[in-house]
């Protein structure tokens, strides 16, 4: 019979995060690839930047093979704690005030351009109204 795997809490795990401690975390299993860092085929740095978070989006999204998953078995350690795992926080944009076209800069430029010229005409005609006489 098989005994319990060892729990880790999430903190002790971020704490394995260089090349000659590397720690993942994938599908709340906890792996130590240390080993495999030099053998990885898309290098150290892409395990690297796995560390210290949950890497089983990152893990999925390169689509491993069979063979990727079955050598994973010989990098087992145990489990993580999923109540010490961060929780991941949905982005919120920040609040902006609405916006109105009406009160941009562009906008009085573009009026000015119009009114400016109005103001031009209608003065040259009120000039030469009060000077024809």
Known sequence: MASDPKVFVFDEIAKHK??????L???GKVYDVTAFMEDHP???E???AATGKDATTDFEDVG???GARETMAKYYIGEVDANTVPQKRSYTPPQQAHYNPDKTPEFVIKILQFVVPLLILGLAFAVRHY???
Not at 18 to 23: F, G, L
């Open 42 to 44: 898309g290098g150290d």
């Open 131 to 133: 000077t024809k006489e």
């Open 46 to 48: 892409v395990l690297l």
């Open 25 to 27: 975390i994938i599908n």
């Open 18 to 23: 260089t090349s000659k401690d590397c720690w």
């Open 64 to 66: 491993h093979s069979d």
